[in-house]
């Protein structure tokens, strides 16, 4: 099953074995900047007042990323700490970067992420932006994003097509994106 979610709404979801288990919660999630594939989720523990587990899973243990909970096979899909400095994957850290247009045009601060997941992979697709000026009050839109994206822990770059493509609801964004690609292939 596929389907558009945003980052923010992921973490907090359970980690569960196909057994039943409750083993953890999402506290983060991981992009490749290369990419924007999700290539694993910090944990902490269970609860609201739980803290940081000193263990990650990697994209590889998940069984699958569903609406309400994140499946593993058994609670052995976690990995310590130290395996998740080997794999080098560094936090995508967008969160509140201004949204800058390739033309220098400042639109916004990012939101959130926007993730397609699919059976075998997630990856990022765009960014909730919080308008600014260039919006009424504090509205914001969600924008499709050709990969691979631009971002610093500062700012993300993107071209000001992505703009004219925005929309309000997941539920449009599949069918934005696909226009934006399609504007940007006629661009060339």
């Known amino acids: 099953m596929a389907f558009l979610t945003r ?4 973490v907090g979801r359970p980690v569960v074995t196909l057994g039943g288990d409750v083993i953890a919660q999402i506290k983060d999630v991981v992009l490749d900047p290369g990419d924007g594939r999700v290539t694993m989720f910090t944990l902490s523990g269970r609860g609201l007042l739980s803290g940081p587990l000193r263990e990650v899973l990697h994209w590889e243990g998940v069984h699958a990323l569903g609406m309400d909970a994140v499946m593993v096979a058994a609670r052995s899909a976690v990995a310590g700490p130290d395996e998740s400095r080997s794999v080098g994957a560094p936090d995508a850290g967008v969160s509140g ?8 045009e400042d639109m916004g601060r990012v939101a959130d992420v926007v993730l397609d997941v699919e059976q075998d992979a ?3 697709v765009g960014y909730e932006v919080r308008l600014g000026d260039h919006g009424a009050g504090e509205a914001t839109v969600l924008l499709p994003v050709p990969l691979p994206a631009a971002a610093s822990g500062e700012n993300v770059v993107v071209p000001e097509a992505s703009f004219r493509f925005a929309v309000a609801d997941l539920a449009g964004f599949r069918e934005a994106a696909a226009g934006l690609e399609q504007a940007l292939k006629e661009a060339r």
């Open 7 to 10: 980052v923010g709404d992921v």
């Open 97 to 104: 970067a201004r949204v800058l247009t390739a033309e220098g």
């Open 122 to 124: 997630a990856r990022m």
